[in-house]
């Protein structure tokens, strides 16, 4: 029986209700492991799973320190270790800097900052203790570019890449890894719940299929398979790193909007 790339290995995902992370427990699963998925959401309802060892999922608000730390400490209680770290809570914004509160403000680094630290370092006393565990971090490929309609949503990205290098490079020699998957433009709800109707969203991916290398939006799928492998022991000598899902994006500008003030959405 072929072992999976994830066999038995204890994987804590924050966001894994729907788009990238619930693919990416599917993904896990498939490979493997046993994770343990909160989200402020219910679990999507065709991966119920009931009855499986391999799979557990709680509510909870990842903004919140105590509920946090109290879920991570259940995981190790139940399992005696946390080898995969992946978290993946997040929101857009897609307001220009001039028309932002600082309520908006605060809520997009909540979300997408704070619930990172927040579980980074949970998890770190234990895989420090055990030395050794893989943390990745869904950031975007706007966490490595600059663009122009959403500054507050590009700078809490940005912000995701320099906490996982600075966690790498300090974690290193404990044999921690900490790396950020970087996606593009991903056809899930996140992408689907910012436009008001099908054919505005059509008409937004027409525009995203069009600056984008690859001429396409990615999957949810796609991205799961690179965190995966960040995951897993394939990897172990990746660390610090940003991998960008996005077809190219990412690597520069297509000449039709290099003098473009357009600016995509990307994921959560």
Known sequence: MTMGRLQDKI?????????????????????????????????AEELALAGSAHYNTVVLDATDEEQVNRFVEDVVDARGRIDVLF????????????????????????LNVRTAFLGTRAVLPHMIGRRGGSIITTSSNGGVMGRPGD???NASKHALVGLM??????HAQQGI?????????????????????????ES????LVASTPAARVGEAWEVAKAVVFLACDES???????????GAKSAGAMPSERYSLDFELGPG
Do not use: Q, W
């Open 204 to 207: 937004r991916r027409h525009r």
């Open 236 to 246: 172990r000598f990746v660390n610090g790193v940003s991998l960008p899902v996005d």
């Open 151 to 153: 500054p507050v949503y």
């Open 87 to 110: 978290n993946n809570v997040g929101i857009h914004l897609g307001k220009p800097l001039a028309e932002t509160t600082l309520e908006e403000f605060d809520e997009v680094f909540a």
């Open 11 to 43: 994987v804590v995902v924050f966001g894994g209700a729907r788009g990238i992370g619930l693919a990416t427990v599917r993904e896990m699963l498939a490979e493997g492991a046993v994770v343990y998925s909160a989200d402020v959401r219910e679990p």
């Open 165 to 170: 290098r600075s966690v790498a490079v300090a």
């Open 177 to 201: 890894r900490a790396n950020t998957v970087n996606p593009g433009a991903i056809d899930t709800d996140m992408l689907r719940g910012t436009l008001s109707s099908p054919e505005e969203f």
